[in-house]
């Protein structure tokens, strides 16, 4: 049985370009705050790698401190602040979070005071991209980077947040991008590493290949790569909402003598172009995941960091869908390579395993 894998908002292939990069930088033996050759020759890849990722993100003279991920950069941003969020945000972000923000049933966020918040580029498990205000102190870019264009420098954000895995780069590394010249006091201490905001020494081999995966990504994002995503997204979307083409929204419910098939859960003005999420009244999001997954399709009842648990989505309940049907959605998510002829395969098959479902409840 060939597997299709749909979960490309949990993590994505890993690039080649990646790939060369990091064997690459496995033969490079110094330290990269040695400063004799070899460690100089450590510390050439690692700020080539950082101005890849500026290049990338349109983030050039801003500082981009390298970090395990987007956890630890959310807390290197958040922590002690007294920030406030929405609960749509990742639980890296909203762990930090002493306010919560209002949101929407299209899954926005309204932000009174930008200085003293943070607020998502795009929602992981939605796909909703917000309108980030001007002056507002972070943003989790993760889901965004890569798949939508970025101008750090223009977007009146202090602090963004990225993640290598998230767009063809290796897991374990991510950064934070911050204004040059903004304060922002080290979680981890010791030695001076990182501008003194992250002491330990580098991840030569994660930092090389993350640089190569952002170089790589916005080449795809200029070829106009993900428009070519979208249309197939588009097409799953369309064999996935039956027998009606309506848009639903919280407190929705199904016309009387209507197939109770899968529904998107909403239309907002703006969502990534890979994402599309559905709920299948009383079909609860775990076993759907299950069943698909024993059919060779992978896709995911959530966030990665929390689908394991078996409780709703928080994101969808923040949007003001019921329990019951927050606790059913699925999210699928596709990239570059995912055919029309994949996703009607995936449709055909989600299809057959719901109906065996309703045959059996």
Not at 153 to 172: D, F, Y
Not at 292 to 315: E, I, N, P, W
Request: charged share 20%; net charge negative; hydrophobic share 45%.
């Amino acid at each position: 049985m060939e597997r299709l894998y749909l979960d490309w908002n949990a993590t994505t292939p890993l690039r080649p370009e990646a790939k060369a990069a990091m064997i690459a930088a496995m033969e490079v033996s110094g330290n990269p705050s040695s400063v004799h050759a070899e460690g100089r020759a450590a510390n050439a890849l690692i700020e080539r790698a950082r101005g890849q990722i500026a290049a990338a993100l349109g983030a050039e003279g801003a500082d981009i401190i390298f970090t395990s991920g987007a956890t630890e950069a959310s807390a290197l941003a958040l922590a002690g602040r007294g920030i406030a969020c929405a609960p749509v945000e990742h639980d890296a972000v909203s762990a930090w979070c002493d306010a919560a923000l209002p949101v929407d049933g299209f899954g926005r966020v309204r932000v009174a005071d930008p200085a003293r918040a943070t607020l998502q580029l795009a929602n992981s498990e939605t796909g909703v991209i917000q309108a980030l205000p001007e002056g507002l102190w972070a943003s989790d870019l993760t889901q965004g980077f890569g798949k939508l264009p970025i101008a750090f420098n223009w977007m009146g954000v202090t602090c963004g947040i990225v993640s290598a895995h998230k767009l063809g780069g290796p897991k374990g590394i991510g950064a934070l991008i911050v204004k040059r010249g903004t304060e922002i006091a080290a979680q981890l201490r010791g030695g001076g590493q990182e501008m003194g905001r992250r002491a330990g020494t580098e991840n030569l081999i994660g930092i090389a290949g993350f640089g190569a995966a952002a170089e790589a990504a916005a080449r795809d994002l200029a070829a106009g790569v993900w428009g070519e995503v979208a249309e197939v997204r588009d097409i799953l979307k369309n064999a996935l909402e039956y027998p009606t083409k309506e848009v639903y929204f919280p407190g929705w419910e199904m016309p009387e003598g209507a197939t109770d098939g899968a529904r998107a859960t909403g239309e907002p003005p703006a969502i990534l172009p890979n994402t599309l999420s559905v709920i299948s009244p009383g079909w609860k999001g775990e076993t759907q995941v299950m069943r698909l997954d024993l059919m060779g399709h992978a896709v995911s009842a959530g966030s990665a960091c929390s689908s394991g648990k078996v409780r709703a989505s928080k994101v969808l309940a923040a949007m003001g869908w019921s329990e019951a049907d927050a606790g059913c959605a699925l999210r699928i998510s596709i990239g570059p390579g995912v055919t029309r002829e994949d996703v009607l395969r995936f449709a055909e098959a989600f299809r057959s395993a719901h109906e065996k479902h309703r045959a059996r409840h």
